[in-house]
T-cell receptor
Framework: KAGVTQTPRYLIKTRGQQVTLSCSPISGHRSVSWYQQTPGQGLQFLFE???????NKGNFPGRFSGRQFSNSRSEMNVSTLELGDSALYLC?????????????FGPGTRLTVL | AQTVTQSQPEMSVQEAETVTLSCTYDTSESDYYLFWYKQPPSRQMILVIR??????QNATENRFSVNFQKAAKSFSLKISDSQLGDAAMYFCVLSGSRLTFGEGTQLTVNP
């Protein structure tokens, strides 16, 4: 079974631009969660989607948004990029809605904002 | 609010020796899971071991085992017979409505 895939793997943007990251979960997984990893803040939860509905959201500004499609693929969008948005963005999928189950992580998208 | 604390930013161990990584947590939920994930230089997050809070028996996975002290809210990871491939950042993670990650412990394995 193929693992979680994230595209693109690397991205360079400038301040003020917007960016869209994509995540394809493991086949059959309906839950997709997004995390931001930075050296200063560590790993922080962004949001979780299950069956096309956002079920949970972390403490991030409204510039961060996401969606999930009927095939469980998910996209994350960041508008009006700031230097502080430079981070590794990890996507994880799970077979069930709750976080008690193991989440399988993708390789991440490294976003650099100049 | 859930919190996870890893008080050891860095640890090192000699190959074939044993090392223990510490973790304490806090949660108001009665039902939760605890995990240890590792993140090698490739940045791929990999599950090492999982512990259900309702189980008193400590989880083990080959060379990896945990010491789960529910009353003390402590969850340490023991790696036996350390191998070079164990070198990574290790995260203690608490489940609930969402996953809460500790700050991580960077483990170095010396040959």
């Amino acid at each position: 079974k193929a693992g979680v895939t994230q595209t693109p793997r690397y991205l360079i943007k400038t301040r003020g631009q917007q960016v869209t990251l994509s995540c394809s979960p493991i086949s059959g997984h309906r839950s997709v969660s997004w995390y931001q990893q930075t050296p200063g803040q560590g790993l922080q939860f962004l949001f979780e989607y299950f069956s096309e509905t956002q079920r949970n959201k972390g403490n991030f500004p409204g510039r961060f948004s996401g969606r999930q499609f009927s095939n469980s693929r998910s996209e994350m969008n960041v508008s009006t990029l700031e230097l502080g948005d430079s981070a590794l963005y990890l996507c994880a999928s799970s077979s069930k809605r709750d976080s008690y189950n193991e989440q399988f992580f993708g390789p991440g998208t490294r976003l650099t904002v100049l | 609010a859930q919190t996870v604390t890893q008080s050891q930013p860095e640890m090192s161990v000699q190959e074939a020796e044993t090392v223990t990584l510490s973790c304490t947590y806090d949660t108001s939920e009665s039902d939760y899971y605890l995990f240890w994930y590792k993140q090698p230089p490739s940045r791929q997050m990999i599950l090492v071991i999982r512990q259900e809070a309702y189980k008193q028996q400590n989880a083990t996975e080959n060379r990896f085992s945990v010491n789960f002290q529910k009353a003390a809210k402590s969850f340490s990871l023991k790696i036996s017979d350390s191998q070079l491939g164990d070198a990574a950042m290790y995260f203690c993670v608490l489940s609930g409505s969402r996953l809460t990650f500790g700050e991580g412990t960077q483990l170095t394995v010396n040959p």
